[in-house]
């Protein structure tokens, strides 16, 4: 059994900023990679940043110079530290966790969403 829990959501004011931190825990082998998805209401989820176990990173062309994705492999945690938020940001943020289990097998983990909102 694998669990994502993911805190720091939100409301908070156009320019401003929120960090968000998700942390995988139960029968984990090993993490290949983790990221932040998003989906905002009337849209289909869309990838926000993903972090590989070597740190190599990947975000949506919406987010680069304001996200930042990191990660603890110790404690098989990912961080979202987003800055300047725009209004356009507010969606609900979901945890992904590409991992292998104790038993051996490779499965994809998803968190149980935070809401991040953005407005004045």
């Known amino acids: 059994q694998v669990q994502l829990v993911e805190s720091g959501g939100g409301l908070v004011q156009p320019g401003g900023s929120l960090r968000l931190s998700c942390a995988a825990s139960g029968s984990i082998f090993s993490i290949y990679a983790m990221g932040w998805y998003r989906q905002a209401p009337g849209k289909q989820r869309e990838l926000v940043a993903a972090?590989?176990?070597?740190?190599?990173?990947n975000y949506a062309d919406s987010v680069k110079g304001r996200f930042t994705i990191s990660r603890d492999n110790a404690k098989n945690t990912v961080y979202l530290q987003m800055n300047s938020l725009k209004p356009e940001d507010t969606a609900d943020y979901y945890c992904?966790?590409?991992?292998?289990?104790?038993?051996?097998?490779?499965?994809?983990?998803w968190g149980q969403g935070t809401q991040v909102t953005v407005s004045s």
């Open positions: 992904h966790a590409d991992l292998r289990t104790e038993s051996g097998a490779r499965h994809q983990y």
């Open positions: 972090i590989t176990s070597g740190g190599s990173t």
